[in-house]
């Protein structure tokens, strides 16, 4: 397919940013710091002047899990669409230095643009955005289910449900209430737990370093790892010699910097990572060769969104060696209908299956979608 090309020019003719709601499947999901009921989604393409057009996605899970919301990535990507145009697409570094003279930060809105071009990329040449990253270490990628904020039978009952669908890993979420409920939790969950499938608890920053010393004090015959206990990077520092469990960074990890700063500083023993947080597939590739440089685990996954956003977190998750790998979760569990019934990325017994087609691998049905607003 790339043998079309040739000596011809690949440039951005057209950009095109979609807005979508997604509804969350059954009650809301519940967070220690928020719910949600529906995403707001945005999906951006990228059209070519060859014709092939590459997809995107970013969808933060609320306006409060992070500095990020979806009006906020629709503005952002407008304000630098104009920029964009002309450009070839295929020359990343090129097109992210262009993003970031257009418009500082705002990585999420950013990382859909940048995952349009390993779209196209991948059709241009062929190949699947996976194999351009690197290539696939497995076809076939743990996910791990995250069990709402809930009473302790309910959380147990669902913990025994999805260890029995295929799971291998489960994340708990924690936090927002008496850490004594939460201690309570974690003790029913491990009556129940078979001892092959690993448990992450996440508090989604909510803890006190007090509530995480605790907790870790309280359980510490049980092997679990915690993630993201406090709300700062210096609280997190601070509990690290005091806790008896690893802990993973999340909402911490803004940046590449952040992520060496964490790992230097012997706090992140692993990370479960974002893709739309730290830009896309572009910086995520950096971060994956950083933490096989480190042996820190990691998993690759987003807030929420659609097949699109699945799609780019199963490719670049493929490509992490599986010793380190901590899956990709994505939101298919928690939400309605697929962009591309034939190709979307569904849950299988609690495994992917990374898509066989070129680029992210994923043919979306557009009519689905809102009228864009469109720069050409
Ligand atoms: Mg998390």
């Known amino acids: 397919m790339s043998k079309i090309f040739v000596g011809y020019t690949v440039k951005i003719a057209e950009i095109h940013i979609y807005q979508h709601d997604l509804p969350v499947v059954g009650p809301a999901y519940k967070m220690s710091l928020s719910q949600v009921t529906k995403l707001d989604t945005t999906i951006v393409e990228v059209v070519t002047n060859t014709g092939i057009s590459g997809f995107g996605e970013t969808c933060p899970v609320g306006p409060t899990y992070q500095p990020a919301h979806a009006a906020g990535a629709r503005a952002a990507i407008a304000e630098i669409a104009p920029h964009l145009i002309g450009l070839e697409p295929l020359t990343i570094g090129t097109v992210q230095r262009r993003m970031h003279q257009a418009l500082a930060g705002h990585n999420y809105a950013k990382a859909a643009l940048d995952i349009a071009l390993w779209d196209i990329a991948g059709k241009v040449h062929g190949m699947r955005v996976c194999d351009l990253l690197g290539g696939a270490a497995r076809e076939r990628v743990q996910s791990y289910y995250a069990v709402g904020i809930d009473e302790p039978d309910e959380v147990a009952r669902v913990v025994r449900d999805k260890q029995g669908e295929g799971f291998v890993r489960l994340q708990i979420k924690v936090g927002g209430r008496n850490v004594a409920q939460d201690i309570e939790v974690v003790r029913k969950v491990f009556e129940v737990r078979d001892p092959a499938v690993s448990i992450t608890?996440?508090?989604?920053?909510?803890?006190t370093t007090r509530d995480a010393i605790q907790l870790s004090m309280a359980c510490s015959d049980l092997d679990f790892v915690m993630e993201q206990p406090c709300a700062?990077?210096?609280e997190v520092k601070s509990i690290k010699s005091l806790v008896r469990h690893?802990?993973?960074?999340?909402?911490?990890t803004v940046d590449l910097n952040m992520i060496m700063r964490s790992i230097y500083d012997g706090v992140a023993d692993g990370f479960s990572m974002k893709t739309t947080r730290v830009g896309g597939l572009t910086n995520m590739r950096t971060i994956r060769e950083i933490c096989q440089a480190t042996n820190r685990p990691l998993s690759c996954d987003d807030s929420w969104g659609g097949d699109i956003i699945a799609a780019a977190c199963l490719h670049i998750g493929a490509t992490v060696p599986p010793n380190l790998s901590e899956g990709v979760w994505i939101a298919d569990p928690y939400i309605e209908g697929n962009y591309d019934p034939e190709n979307g990325i569904r849950l299988k017994d609690g495994w992917l299956d990374v898509?066989?087609?070129p680029g992210l691998g994923i043919v979306p049905d557009k009519?689905?979608?809102?009228?864009?607003q469109s720069f050409a």
């Open 201 to 207: 608890l996440d508090a989604n920053r909510a803890w």
């Open 232 to 234: 700062t990077y210096d």
């Open 246 to 252: 690893p802990i993973y960074l999340d909402e911490n």
């Open 355 to 357: 898509p066989k087609g």
């Open 367 to 372: 009519s689905l979608w809102s009228t864009p």
